[in-house]
């Protein structure tokens, strides 16, 4: 379980091919704070430490399935990745509820400026059936996009706004954002159990 406050955005530093998984190393500054089988987002996405390797990185694999639904397959040599270790039980919640289980991925449309902050505009296929089950953004709600929680503006059918602040800019990968990049998408765990409750009562 995360919250969507990212701890820091790391460079990848190899990625090599696995039987059709890759494994992704990866250098960050609590490297050595990480241990065997810990679970880290990476750009929202759940990933399990492998291996602790002498060159001070670690190594996680993603499987096929999420490198379908997510971007971590267009990750090289020198990407920035969003990283966030899991919640401990006695912290505070400062983002939301975040399970670290990407939904779909989202295409930046826009980059707009407005007095020192950023407006990014996102756009994203769902369709009916799973909009119905809460695969969708909600005005004011809650989404995550590449591991950052953030609360949603301009609510569409299928596409949605975020305002970036500038910490948040220069401490996660949103800087490198561009329009045309693919971004991961959760949408709330809430949303979703709601939207499923709400079909037992039909």
Request: proline share 1%; aromatic share 6%; charged share 25%.
């Amino acid at each position: 379980m995360f919250s969507g406050i990212v701890e820091e955005a790391a460079r990848v530093t190899a990625v090599r091919e696995n039987n059709g998984n890759i494994d992704i190393d990866v250098k960050c500054s609590f490297v050595d704070e990480l241990t065997i089988d810990q679970s880290v987002a990476h750009n929202g996405v759940c990933l399990t430490v492998v291996s602790l390797n002498p060159d001070g990185t670690y190594t996680v694999t993603a499987i096929r399935e999420t490198l379908d639904r997510s971007n971590l397959g267009a990750l090289t040599e020198g990407s920035l990745v969003n990283l966030e270790r899991s919640m401990k039980l006695d912290g505070r919640l400062d983002g939301h509820i975040v399970q670290g289980h990407v939904d779909t991925t989202a295409v930046c449309e826009s980059i707009t400026e407005v007095d020192g902050s950023a407006y990014f505009r996102f756009r994203y296929d769902i369709d009916p059936a799973m909009a119905a089950k809460g695969y969708v953004t909600v005005e004011k709600g809650s989404v995550t996009v590449n591991g950052v929680s953030l609360t949603v503006c301009d609510s569409d059918r299928n596409a949605f706004s975020v305002a970036i602040i500038p910490y948040t800019m220069e401490h996660t990968n949103f800087h490198a954002i561009k329009a045309g990049d693919r971004v991961n998408i959760e949408f709330d765990i809430i949303g979703k159990y709601l939207a499923r409750l709400n079909e037992f009562k039909a």
